[in-house]
């Protein structure tokens, strides 16, 4: 089916180990997000992407690391997980129009539940 | 950036409409205004969005006021289903299509 898909659906890890969460879009979007999400903070950016070898960082991006080779893939890695990094992740997507310019709405997928101990 | 401010909480019966209202008045002009919503243990879910006419789609209608200082989402006959955080955004200015997400309306439904 055509959509966006976030995998693993769960991860449990330690602290100091790398970890890598999937993102996976089938729309051909341009634009590609990572948010984490937790209790008192909403949604935080973390990176976004606007094309394949294209990113930029957002509100928290310390210890996060992203890469988009391909269009459709836009993985997030912790290159040392820590536990404040315990969190619910969200990858979204979203077309480019240039009119009007940046107003596509997003598409989220269904989240990553991450715990570090 | 354009803040927002909606309600923490609102209740509405199944069947009605309910009616969540957002303040943004410091909305710059060629700014939109999104509405997303966040069903428990899912990902947020677009609804609906709008420069400065009042629109409406499949899902819901959005009533933006003349000077666009405020909005109002409907949802013309609420379901058990429609329960969630309901998100209003206006979109970020600077570089990419980010949006920034607030605390946003939890809306229960009930029977």
């Known amino acids: 089916d055509a959509g966006i898909t976030q995998s693993p659906r769960y991860k449990i890890t330690e602290t100091g180990r790398q970890v890598t969460l999937m993102c996976h879009q089938t729309w051909s979007h341009s634009y590609m997000f990572w948010y984490r999400q937790d209790l008192g903070h909403g949604l935080r950016l973390i990176y976004y992407?606007?094309?394949?070898?294209?990113?930029d960082k957002g509100e928290v991006s310390d210890g996060y690391v992203v890469s988009r080779s391909k269009t459709e893939n836009f993985p997030l890695t912790l290159e040392s997980a820590t536990r404040s990094q315990t969190s619910v992740y969200f990858c979204?997507?979203?077309?480019?129009?240039?009119?009007?310019?940046?107003?596509?709405?997003?598409?989220f997928g269904d989240g990553t539940r991450l715990s570090i101990l | 950036d354009a803040k927002t401010t909606q309600p923490t909480s609102m209740d509405c019966a199944e069947g009605r409409a309910a009616n969540l209202p957002c303040n943004h008045s410091t909305i710059s002009g060629n700014e939109y205004v999104y509405w997303y919503r966040q069903i428990h243990s899912q990902g947020p879910q677009y609804i609906i969005h709008?420069?400065?006419n009042n629109e409406t789609n499949e899902m819901a209608s959005l009533i933006i006021t003349e000077d666009r200082k405020s909005s109002t989402l409907i949802l013309p006959h609420a379901t058990l289903r429609d329960t969630a955080v309901y998100y209003c955004?206006?979109?970020?200015?600077?570089?990419?299509?980010?949006?920034?997400f607030g605390g946003g309306t939890r809306l229960m439904v009930k029977p």
């Open positions: 979204a997507s979203s077309e480019y129009r240039p009119q009007p310019l940046f107003n596509q709405p997003q598409h």
């Open positions: 955004i206006v979109r970020v200015k600077n570089a990419g299509n980010m949006l920034t």
């Open positions: 709008g420069l400065k």
């Open positions: 992407s606007a094309a394949a070898d294209i990113t």
